[in-house]
């Protein structure tokens, strides 16, 4: 079965990348550059309470709409629901905060170590793509942050497609694309539900990239492998790792 897949597709973030470490720096950074009276670490506190409410409410709500093209608008909302709960409401330090993190979140993004060369390796014995979630614009940024448009002969956005992981659309149209059956299509991500699901649900194979070591949820379907580290797709795939390569992981 491996033997018949022609393309592999890559989620983005925490995948190829590590946004949420970028994350957790720009987040620092613009906490402690403004100052909140040393209490950076409360600001932080309130920040990750808004997210488990705000994030899930933005994709069934009005703010979907504006996200998708932008996320300026929610970053910034999110900002300000953060120095609601402080006690500290003010649109203005919001809106400035939100440019703030942005900056240092992009400033702060980089790639995992071994996603350059993976990609380089199976660029020309694949069809290569990328499947990310999130604004047109800020992933977009990230992509030219990252530099890594030259490795994919497809990039869906779900910013800019209107519909993401795990619907099947995004996938089917990645397929489409080359004229495939599902069974000849690869996934890569870290997202159980949004990314092997999703691609699994659609009837293609799907790789599991853990790096966190994250408990299985046992829901069906299941990953066709769980890996650590991006050259395990190139085992998976039965293909033999450069020797430079191989030689590294010992």
Not at 122 to 149: H, M, S, W
Request: glycine fraction near 8%; include cysteine; aromatic fraction near 12%.
């Amino acid at each position: 079965m491996k033997s018949k897949i022609k393309a592999i597709y890559f989620d983005l973030d925490d995948t190829l990348c590590a946004y949420w470490a970028a994350s957790r720096k720009g987040l620092r950074a613009t906490f402690d550059e403004h100052g909140f009276n040393g209490e950076t670490e409360k600001a932080l506190e309130a920040w990750r309470s808004v997210f488990k409410t705000f994030s899930p409410e933005i994709k069934k709500s009005h703010w979907y709409e504006r996200y998708l093209e932008t996320g300026e608008p929610t970053r910034t909302e999110h900002m300000r629901r953060m120095l609601n709960e402080m006690g500290i409401p003010d649109d203005k330090q919001a809106a400035q905060l939100s440019e703030r993190y942005a900056f240092f979140r992009d400033k702060n993004l980089c790639l995992f170590d071994e996603a350059p060369v993976v990609l380089s390796f199976l660029q020309g014995k694949y069809k290569l793509g990328l499947i990310t979630n999130g604004p047109a614009d800020i992933q977009r940024q990230e992509i030219a942050t990252l530099g890594i448009e030259k490795f994919f002969d497809h990039i869906l956005i779900e910013g800019e497609f209107k519909i993401g992981k795990p619907f099947p659309e995004i996938f089917d149209d990645a397929r489409n694309k080359w004229g495939l059956q599902p069974d000849e299509m690869l996934f890569v991500g870290n997202a159980f539900e949004h990314d092997v699901q999703g691609a699994k649900n659609a009837g293609w194979h799907a790789i599991w990239v853990n790096k966190d070591g994250e408990i299985n949820p046992g829901t069906e379907p299941q990953p066709d492998a769980t890996i650590t580290d991006l050259w395990d797709v190139v085992a998976w795939l039965g293909l033999a790792k450069p020797v430079a390569q191989h030689s590294a992981r010992k």
